[in-house]
């Protein structure tokens, strides 16, 4: 019954215009940190076991956290044993790229749409290290959905400790639209919890029973 309770409250707590209110910063980041539009990230966090990915497995000049990397390098080498092709298009972004990004997004699209695809600077899992968006064979990160990978990647994502960080129909509570392209590395144990349960990482952090 308390987790449910906690559930509960948390939503009500994190819904509308709750978003980017009574922020939280966030002092020590560990791999499952909950970062989003009432949890930010200090502007000078930078992972400190940062690699660069391998170009076989991601587009030139990306980062993610050692952890993370390796375990969507066992990810991809087995999708790829299946036919499919699931590379990382964007993984570690500094707090001074998403500031801009942002800001690009407010200048061509609006503020409203802004707030609903894409973060605040300090508020993107991406400055954690351990947010991954993908593209499959169809080349358009935009499109994954429509690739013959997006299944097989919704699917098994967890058995390499990968979550579905946007799910449909869970906006309310995440605060961000549909992103069928976008990943977080939490480790097997949670992941495994959060798609057997078929919820959302805010509920897992704040529902689960300790």
């Known amino acids: 019954m308390k987790r449910y309770i906690f559930i509960i409250i948390y939503i009500l707590c994190t819904t509308g215009c709750h978003f980017y209110k009574e922020i939280n910063v966030i002092d020590n980041p560990n791999d499952l940190v909950l970062v989003n539009k009432n949890n930010r990230l200090k502007s000078n966090y930078i992972p400190n076991d940062l690699v660069k990915l391998d170009i076989n497995y991601s587009n030139k000049d990306k980062y993610l956290k050692k952890n993370a990397a390796y375990s969507f390098y066992k990810l991809s080498k087995d999708a790829k044993k299946l036919g499919f092709r699931i590379i990382i298009v964007s993984g570690y972004r500094s707090y001074e790229y998403q500031d801009k990004l942002f800001s690009y997004y407010v200048l061509e699209k609006g503020l409203d749409y802004a707030l609903m695809c894409s973060a605040k600077p300090g508020h993107s899992e991406h400055q954690t290290g ?68 078929k919820i959302t990482f805010e509920e897992y952090k704040f529902g689960k029973k300790k």
């Open 130 to 197: 351990l947010a991954i968006d993908v593209e499959g064979s169809n080349y358009d990160y935009n499109l994954f959905e429509k690739s013959k990978e997006f299944n097989w990647m919704k699917n098994n994502a967890h058995k390499y400790g990968f979550i579905l960080r946007y799910p449909k129909g869970k906006e309310y509570i995440t605060g961000f639209k549909y992103e069928p392209w976008h990943y977080r590395y939490v480790g097997n144990e949670v992941a495994k919890y959060i798609y057997e349960h």
